[in-house]
């Protein structure tokens, strides 16, 4: 005889749009309470995702949104005390929230490189900060590890042209989480990071308006996703024992490239971005 699935709570940080929004509605979709928490259209996203569900009184029972920005420490504490009152303890923490600036490091300003570290690297620490009490204390009333999720990129494991204070910022957070899987697996809380490829969302969309072309063609080494077929691996990452989770059968062989061969990996990307630059010039 078959258990019925017991229903988790989730909070997503960044959940309004692109891979925090598709992953909220296929929780949702799978009987899930999620909590969902960006900088903006918050409540579009709320009833975007109410939508999602069939259910409408439990479409109303098992979404919450609340706007708040990742590098406003007390914001945060606000919102996940308001969050655990509002839906209880998570067993799952995913901080999404993100930016980019696609422009070759001499043009970048010193406002957009540090825009990106912070929002990027220190809004994970501070996600993360804000999140483990909650986690603690969900190990406690659970038999299972909740789990911190911290999504990063593809251009947190090799460089990318254009990307030089988003790679740096990615880098920066894949070696947190690293640190945290460490520091926290004795204390049973599961820490697992995601690297993505390109993934078509909307600051991807925004990226390829007004970002470097060089580094568009470039990325494309590692592949292209759409949202739905990416955060369906995601999720089964999410739920697997796997410290880095890489959607895309293209971006996991240029990892294990990348581990086994680091110079040649790169010796690939200068003879690409050579390719590139020839055809544009």
């Known amino acids: 005889m078959f258990k019925k699935k017991q229903s988790a709570v989730r909070w997503i940080v960044g ?21 969902i928490f960006a900088h903006a ?60 600036y696609a422009v070759p490091f001499e043009e970048q300003t010193s406002d957009q490189f540090e825009r990106q570290i912070n929002i990027n690297l220190s809004g994970s620490r501070n996600v993360a900060s804000v999140a483990l009490p909650y986690l603690k204390q969900a190990r406690g009333q659970s038999k299972q590890n909740p789990k911190l999720v911290l999504v ?19 880098f920066g957070t894949i070696g947190l989480a690293d640190v945290l899987r460490l520091e926290l697996k004795s204390q049973n809380i599961d820490v697992a990071v995601v690297c993505p490829p390109e993934i078509e969302t909307p600051m991807v969309f925004e990226e390829r308006k007004i970002g470097s072309k060089i580094t568009t063609q470039l990325k494309q080494m590692g592949g292209s996703l759409k949202v739905e077929p990416a955060c369906k691996e995601i999720m089964a990452g999410i739920q697997s024992d796997a410290f880095f989770i ?36």
């Open 15 to 35: 959940g309004s749009s692109g891979i925090g929004l598709e992953l909220a509605k296929r929780y949702l979709q799978a009987g899930d309470k999620v909590c």
């Open 152 to 170: 990063a990129s593809m251009a947190g494991i090799l460089g990318c042209y254009g990307y030089a204070g988003y790679c740096a910022s990615k």
């Open 41 to 100: 259209e918050v409540d579009e996203a709320v009833q975007q995702l109410k939508k999602s569900v069939k259910n409408a009184k439990q479409a109303e029972q098992n979404i919450q949104g609340y706007t708040l920005d990742v590098l406003n420490i007390p914001q945060i504490e606000q919102h996940f005390a308001q969050a655990n009152q509002d839906m209880s303890l998570p067993m799952t923490v995913i901080n999404c929230a993100g930016i980019v």
């Open 246 to 281: 890489i959607p895309g059968k293209q971006a996991r062989v240029l990892k294990r490239l990348i581990g086994m061969f680091p110079m040649v990996a790169r010796q690939q990307v200068d003879k690409q971005l050579a390719e590139i630059m020839a055809k544009s010039a």
